[in-house]
């Protein structure tokens, strides 16, 4: 089995990093189904992806894949694509570290920059992303995200 099979067979949705902007006063009591960890302490600037976490065999060690890639967003525009492996963020190595830690590297201020290591089929490559505000990507139907090209 190849790799993108296994992580299409394998992965496990854990979180989204588009901003899933609950509001009180329209759903009070309703949290978002993507939430990890407290959201409203995280930096409002997003990329628009979703992650998943992934393993070629079990006991193998888990590896971030890019799960969805907004239409509309600047990971989209930067050439991210769904499959995807996140290896590095600014520099710093993915290997080790929690699903919330990646999130909180990825995340940051809106206007800035973000350099991600990416393996994908291409082979790797460094992806320079201004980061926006969660908010100002548009909230499509169920599904518009992405997924694989067809």
């Known amino acids: 089995m190849n790799r993108r099979t296994a992580y299409l067979a394998g992965c496990v949705m854990v979180g989204v990093l588009c901003s899933m902007e609950v509001r009180a006063a329209e759903s009070p009591a309703t949290p978002s189904p993507y939430a990890h960890g407290d959201e409203a302490a995280l930096p409002n600037g ?11 065999r079990i006991g193998d060690p888990a590896v971030l894949y890019v799960g969805m890639v907004h239409p509309e967003g600047p990971a989209h525009q930067a050439g991210l694509a769904h499959g995807d492996e996140i ?13 919330e830690q990646v999130v909180k590297m990825i995340r940051g201020t809106v206007g800035t920059v973000v350099k991600l290591g990416v393996k994908g089929e291409g082979g790797m490559r460094e992806l320079s992303i201004t980061r926006v505000a969660g908010d100002k990507l548009p909230k499509g139907p169920a599904g518009s995200h ?3 090209s067809k």
Request: aromatic share 4%; proline share 4%.
């Open 146 to 148: 992405g997924g694989p």
């Open 46 to 56: 997003v990329i628009g992806v979703s992650l998943q976490v992934g393993a070629e």
């Open 87 to 99: 290896v590095a963020v600014d520099g710093t190595a993915t290997t080790g570290k929690s699903y």
